[in-house]
């Protein structure tokens, strides 16, 4: 297993633009969470997604959507762009409420 | 609100030398408190949970309730342990949310 994937690696949009992110959990693993990284800072939960449904919600704006497909994989959709949401996104996979995996990230950076 | 402190952004150690990468936490229920490790190039990864008890690559975590601390110490530092260090906790409840420290990167001199 190739672990958690995420696509695309790189990313670079302009402001007001709208962006889709990617993620193929571990098999098995019906859990999926993403997390925002700003240079500098620790991730910070955006939203968690089990067996398709929302679990959990960070302190993010509602520009931000994700949803759950019937293969667990996961989308990351960022609406209207802002100078500040270039970050690392991560995703994560657990199977139940165990250790979550992280994939590589996506580096998307807003000009 | 649930909060995890680290308050050292940098930590230069010899090698051979003990290892201490400090956490503090706020929270007001009984959380699970976790260590992630980035080396160089690599993902974000799981170092250790303070439920499983175990001892990683020589790292161990105590949880102390009484300061609400979760410090990672090593008693002899090994130049394969340079690497960015993150404190996490989550509610011990089925919520996964991991609330994450800002990150200590640890640098262990040859």
């Known amino acids: 297993d190739a672990g958690v994937t995420q696509s695309p690696t790189h990313l670079i949009k302009t402001r007001g633009q709208h962006v889709t992110l990617r993620c193929s959990p571990i098999?098995?693993?019906?859990?999926v969470s993403w997390y925002q990284q700003v240079l500098g800072q620790g991730p910070q939960f955006i939203f968690q997604?089990?067996?398709?449904?929302?679990?959990g919600r960070g302190n993010f704006p509602d520009r931000f959507s994700a949803r759950q497909f019937p293969n667990y994989s996961s989308e990351l959709n960022v609406n209207a762009l802002l100078l500040g949401d270039s970050a690392l996104y991560l995703c994560?996979?657990?199977?139940?409420?165990?250790?979550?995996?992280f994939g590589p990230g996506t580096r998307l950076t807003v000009l | 609100a649930q909060r995890v402190t680290q308050p050292e952004k940098l930590l230069s150690v010899f090698k051979g030398a003990p290892v201490e990468l400090k956490c503090n936490y706020s929270?007001?229920?009984?959380?699970?408190l976790f260590w992630y490790v980035q080396y160089s190039r690599q993902r974000l990864q799981l170092l250790l949970r303070?439920?499983s008890r175990e001892s990683i690559k020589g790292f161990t975590a105590d949880l102390n309730k009484g300061e609400t601390s979760f410090h990672l110490k090593k008693p002899f530092a090994q130049e394969e342990d340079s690497a960015m260090y993150y404190c996490?906790?989550?509610?011990?409840?089925?919520?996964?949310?991991?609330?994450f420290g800002t990150g200590t990167r640890l640098t262990i001199i040859p």
């Open positions: 994560a996979s657990s199977y139940l409420t165990d250790t979550q995996y």
């Open positions: 098999s098995g693993h019906k859990s």
């Open positions: 997604y089990y067996e398709k449904e929302e679990r």
């Open positions: 929270y007001s229920g009984s959380p699970e």
């Open positions: 303070h439920i």
């Open positions: 996490a906790l989550t509610q011990n409840s089925g919520n996964e949310k991991l609330t």
